[in-house]
């Protein structure tokens, strides 16, 4: 998934950083800054669920096809807020033929869940550009 993260612009920006890659799991982190703030002045959910979001696409790239989200639930736990440390865990449950089953737990620098994921992945018949 080395070359799928190089490419990866958005992930880049908001200054992800891979912790661990293996096939069917995947660590990914972040330090929540100022500008990724709601109005509430709390980290936004959007970007709390981007983490989470590329930890799982490192998790079911496991070979040479592409392999994309088919769907995924999430669940707010705990706020955050800048400075914090969060890190996503992507973990396979389960695949059955194309489709596959992740779970996701985002925590902060202390261990406490701040959100939990469901990710449903479906392999294709594409290869990486």
Do not use: W
């Not at 736990?77 to 449950?93: E, H, I, P, W």
């Not at 996701?104 to 992945?121: F, L, N, P």
């Amino acid at each position: 998934m080395r070359e799928m993260m190089q490419r990866d612009q958005a992930s880049a920006m908001l200054g992800m950083r891979v912790e661990s890659d293996e096939p069917g799991r995947a660590v990914v982190s972040m330090i929540v800054r100022e500008d990724m703030l709601n109005g509430f002045a709390i980290t936004h959910g959007g970007l709390v669920f981007a983490l989470a979001d590329t930890a799982f696409a490192i998790a079911c790239n496991e070979d040479e096809r592409v392999t994309v989200a088919g769907g995924a639930d999430i669940t707010f736990l705990k706020s955050t807020t800048a400075g914090q440390r969060l890190t996503a865990t992507a973990v396979r449950r389960t695949i059955s033929g194309r489709s596959g089953l992740y779970d996701i737990t985002v925590t902060d620098e202390t261990g406490d869940v701040v959100a939990e994921v469901r990710g449903r992945s479906f392999t294709t018949n594409r290869t990486p550009h």
